[in-house]
C-alpha cells in the first residue's frame, strides 16, 4: 500500500474485522457482497436528496458544501474499503483510468464534451481494462 489513506482503510477494515487482502481475490459469496456493496452504495447516493433539499430551502452554502463533502468522502471511504476486501489496488487502478481519461483529447488536445459536460473519447482514445488486467496480473502469483 503507497498511500497514507489505504493505510488507514486497512486499519479501519482491521479494527472493524472486515475482510482484506494482499492480492486480487474474490470472496466466496460474491453475488452477496455485491448486492450488500449495491445496497450501501445506493443509501449514500439517496443523501443527494437531501443536499438538494437543502439547496432547495436556501440553505448556507457552508452547510452545502459540508454535505457534500461528507457525502463524496463516504463514497470513496466506502470505495477503498471494498477494493481493499477485493485485494485490488485502487490508487494504481486509478492512475490507469486517469491516464486512459486524458488519452480522451481530440486531435487539436482539447476536451470533448456531449450535452452534459461528460468526456467524449478522441482520436487517441485507449480503453483501461486491458492495463487493469495485467496490472492485476503482475499482482496474482502464478498457480503451482
Not at 26 to 42: N, Q, Y
Not at 49 to 71: F, R, Y
Request: aromatic content about 6%; hydrophobic content about 40%.
Amino acid at each position: 500500500m503507497n498511500s497514507n489513506f489505504a493505510r488507514r482503510i486497512a486499519a479501519m477494515n482491521a479494527m472493524y474485522k472486515l475482510p482484506a487482502s494482499d492480492r486480487p481475490v474474490l470472496p466466496e459469496d460474491l453475488v452477496g457482497r455485491l448486492h450488500g456493496f449495491k445496497a450501501t452504495l445506493l443509501d449514500e447516493v439517496h443523501e443527494i436528496d437531501d443536499i438538494v433539499e437543502l439547496a432547495k430551502n436556501g440553505a448556507p452554502q457552508s452547510d452545502i458544501l459540508v454535505a457534500m463533502a461528507d457525502l463524496l468522502g463516504d463514497i470513496i471511504v466506502y470505495c477503498r474499503s471494498e477494493a481493499l476486501k477485493y485485494g485490488l489496488p485502487l490508487e494504481d487502478v486509478l492512475d490507469i483510468i486517469m491516464d486512459s481519461n486524458e488519452s480522451k483529447l481530440g486531435a487539436d488536445g482539447k476536451p470533448i464534451y456531449d450535452a452534459n459536460g461528460k468526456f467524449l473519447k478522441g482520436p487517441d482514445y485507449w480503453k483501461p481494462e486491458p492495463k487493469i488486467r495485467a496490472l492485476l496480473e503482475t499482482a496474482v502469483p502464478p498457480a503451482s
